[in-house]
């Protein structure tokens, strides 16, 4: 039999001469070339709307600003990884049709003349292209697995300018087949020829396992947490030293993102007496951040120090904070959750930082147990929150959050110590007292010391301009609290320590609280955690959850 030249094989190749125009391809290489290229554009795109949620600077104005308002919005996250795994299940297959089939002889590199100079860079662009594909995959795949945690930033930053060189991949591929066959040639990626199914088939199925597989591994390889059953639970108090916290299993997880450059690892430990769990969390911060948005005394009046914070996007003067989400029986909740981009609800009011809303579209509730820093923790409780439903935009409401909002409360809680904020000036509604709520107020924050910028209510007096004898430069807490929170608002309790450049904080709540607002803990429950490190909505975050497990007695 003598072997063909595949270059002049006519109709059967997708490469050939100038002219050819009726130039085909079988239906695998039809079937993975457009699997390739959407997957490519939809994780291209989804990827760039999570770079500029990331990244404050393509937020701003300038190309990419508007760039952004043409990527796509909402749950983004959760096409991006489902584009991955369709990426990965098409590459494999496609690499064992080719491998198989013997189809890759026809991508050889072969030495010629200039006659066919065209020929060998679009084989060479062609090449590179599945490189470049597999390298983003690779660096993807890397960040939602947490590997290199201590170099996440430069993973991170390695996964974006691969994204970036798509488009210029695109670009000359483009071009190379045009300089190869004219149209007729880009056209060949649209005309099916019979063969190549004797190999295509089965790897056109090998292909969709692994998409379905890589796309399940969700539920498939989380890791769990054990709940250690305890007779003597801990005390709620920050400190990690009781004897239930020693031989609880601890899980760490790496969190992303918010303002850091690497990865922040939480390390997680849990223990129930049947009726009741604990929870010990712990994460470095090498500065205890307890200064929440002052209130500081000028020459002209009264103003809070802030940097952001009528944009909802705070990150100088705020306090530090840990969130955590349950929910039941879906291991897809976190990136289910969020919607990003400045408009990701239909009639609803743009989101004022301009990145997105936490909300559900299923009807379920995502329970949200948020401790903060100094409004909370004072009250040794963290505020029971949820992700649900989006709820309706209300006229008179500051600030609307779509779905994120708090558990109904019957009393006690905390305020802010003004009446409405304005971003130059406000009236405070309460003076101290005593001189230990006075700090003095730097152009970069205040000394809050130890007990933060937030006094009780009976500490302090009402505000009028006749008794306003605080110099100026001074600054008071912008936090009130009266009593800790009673109703479905109050049923966390949470304590935090903070000592060596560590938070410490223990939680603990019934494991089934009977609450709508709820979710029960159960060998069905994930969880999730994010830091932020003195960041009013900047957090960090991981995506693959701690599945729970009940240790019996």
Known sequence: MVKSEWWKSGPRAGYGPTGSAGRRVDPPTFCFHWALAGAALVS??????????????????????WLARLLPQGMVFHWHLLSAAVLMGALAGYGLFLAASGEHRRYRIRRAGRALAGLRTAVIIHWAGLGLLGATLATGVGLYFGALPAAAGALRETHFWL???LPAYITLHLLSHLRLGGPGQLLAMVRIRAGGLAWGLPALAAGALMAVVAGRVDTTFNP???IAHATAPPRLDGNAGDPAWATAPAVIVDTHMGLQETAIPVTVRAVHDNERAWWLFSWPDSSRSLAHLPVSKTTTGWQVLHDGFEQDDERTHYEDKLAVMLAARNPWAARTSIHLGSSPLNGAPSPRHGRGYHYTTDGARHDLWHWKAVRSDTLFQ???QSFGPPEPAHALAPRYTAGYRSDPRMSGGYKANWNWFRAHTVTPKRLPLSSRHRFPATTDGVDAGPRGTVMR?????????NTDRIPAGTAIPAVLTTQPMEGDRGHVGARGRWADGRWTVEMSRDLDTGSPFDVAITDDTHL???????????HTYHLRPLRLRLERP
């Open 44 to 65: 291209l795109v989804t990827g760039l709307r999570i770079a500029a949620d990331q990244r404050p600077g393509l937020q701003g104005e300038g190309a990419w600003h």
């Open 163 to 165: 994204a970036l060189a």
């Open 224 to 226: 769990t947490l054990l």
């Open 382 to 384: 963290a505020d029971d």
């Open 457 to 465: 209510w009976s500490d302090g007096f009402p505000y009028t301009s």
């Open 528 to 538: 999730w955690v994010s830091v932020f490190d003195h960041s009013q909505t900047r």
